[in-house]
């Protein structure tokens, strides 16, 4: 899972870790407070979110607002200098890494797809998954019709950063690993980055369609296509006195 996620190593494990509840987890961040410099200006500046267990949200807004640094906080990566971080209402400083990884885990805005075959690509999530079980989330992600015409299937290789790939196809492949991975907490980190509009539209009709029914932080930069999500929060700059990452629009639901 490190290599999923391209993580770098742990902020530290529990000297007396807590179990995570049974079932769907939700997400709280209270009055989250982060800076990367010591002196430098807070990117978070105190930061309340709430994602339900079994809801989808959007966390909307413009580039370098601190959208990948929420998903830092919530992979552990980083820790706030100030409040707290929850998952299944358990402060992530006492969740076990493995643990953590297990139930909170996606797709990064910097999600990696190696030089190797789609079917080692896919493994990194889950290295027991069967060909039948590749071949299942490949279909979810819209990716089966595609792998079937190919001579090789799923021994196919992928080239250096999926270049035998289209984008599209690219951005689907990281998302079945993310779904292969099943976690109870679903982050995807600007999935439809790089697309042209009409490949944009095609992925983003996919991920909505995959993700119903899970725990799901969507981020992305655009504001709108969200409506058949539970919320859209729009983080705004810390340049902004009133922003509080407090949900700026709700959808219907
Ligand atoms: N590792 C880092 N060190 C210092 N500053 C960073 C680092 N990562 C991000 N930042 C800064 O934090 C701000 C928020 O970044 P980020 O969370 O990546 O925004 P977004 O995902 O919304 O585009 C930006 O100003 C960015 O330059
Ligand atoms: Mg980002």
Redesign the pocket.
């Known amino acids: 899972m490190f290599t999923v996620l391209d993580r770098e190593p742990p902020t530290g494990e529990p000297v007396d870790p807590r179990p995570l509840p049974d079932g769907p987890l939700d997400v709280r961040l209270e009055g989250v407070r982060m800076r ?2 010591p002196a ?1 200006p807070p ?1 978070l500046d105190g930061i309340d979110l709430h994602l339900p267990a079994g809801r989808r949200i959007a966390l909307v ?12 906080l919530l992979l552990r990566l980083r820790d706030p200098q100030e409040g707290r971080v929850l998952v299944g209402g358990v402060d992530l400083r006492d969740i076990a890494t493995d643990d953590l990884y297990r139930a909170v885990t996606g797709m990064t ?1 910097d999600a990696h797809v190696f030089d190797a075959t789609l079917q080692q690509n896919l493994l990194i999530a889950r290295a027991e998954a069967s060909e039948a079980e590749l071949v299942d989330v490949l279909g979810r992600v819209g990716l089966a019709d595609w792998v079937a015409c190919l001579p090789d299937g799923l021994a196919t290789g992928v080239g250096a950063n999926g270049e035998r790939m289209s984008g599209g196809q690219r951005q689907r492949l990281l998302l079945a690993r993310a779904l292969l991975a099943d976690p109870r907490v679903l982050i995807l ?2 999935p439809t980055a790089h697309l042209d509009p009409v490949t944009e539209a095609a992925v983003m009709r996919t991920i909505l369609d995959v993700t119903r029914g899970r725990t799901v932080l969507l ?1 992305s ?1 655009r504001t709108s296509g969200f409506d058949e999500l539970d919320a859209v929060v729009e ?1 705004a700059g810390t340049a902004d006195v009133t922003a509080s990452g407090m949900p700026a629009r709700r959808s219907a639901a």
């Open positions: 990367y410099a430098g990117v807004g413009a580039s370098g607002v601190g959208k990948s640094t929420v998903v830092d805005q980190d600007e981020i930069h983080l």
